[in-house]
């Protein structure tokens, strides 16, 4: 129960911020999240494979991914700008990061990782409970998703000729983000060179804006011209 009240609060906070930088900025950073629990039958596994204590403490101490939440988004730099709005929560602490975009592991996989500690406000004491947060491009994401159903086929035991073509394919997916990053900063600037050319055309008389005729700015620029 804690762990999902730590998920609900982690969720509206971000959908505030969502909504919040896309009144600011006219842009949504964040495409979609989904969030998961861990079952007890996967806890219980966790806990073995750890070789820590059958006990609620240990597992609270010991397995910090029980509640989870991913966050996709288009660009990589959207990424870190959704990093940094959590770091400034005041609320919310980041316990621990683990950058796979900087350093991503060696069959390709990136993401960056969060552990989160949430507070949660029960009726008779405070919770810190933590959660896993994933921030993710669509295109990393789609390809862990299918790395995920590959290895779940074969039972982890993939041939090496698929591995590299996973690595490779990993690589690809690497490329397109960085190609569609660079043709969002291009698209971008343009639009804010359009906009200042079109507030250009304008000037402000009493505190009136008016639109500058159109023959009047082409008289300026010829006669700009023949200087």
Known sequence: MMYKFALDS?????????????????YNPIEHTKSRLKSPESMLNKIHRKRCEVSFPSIKQNI?????LRITCSFVSDIYRIYDMLLNQSDLKIVETKDYIKNPKPNGYQSLHLIVEVPVYMSDRQEQVYVEVQIRTIAMDFWASLEHKIFYKYNEAVPPRLLQELKEAADSAAALDQQMERLHNEVAEIKENHENSEIAKRIIINDKEFQIPAALLEMIDIGQGSK
């Open 64 to 68: 910090k991914d029980i509640a989870g």
């Open 10 to 26: 982690l969720e509206t906070k971000i959908e505030i911020l969502k909504e919040e930088f896309n009144f600011l900025h006219d």
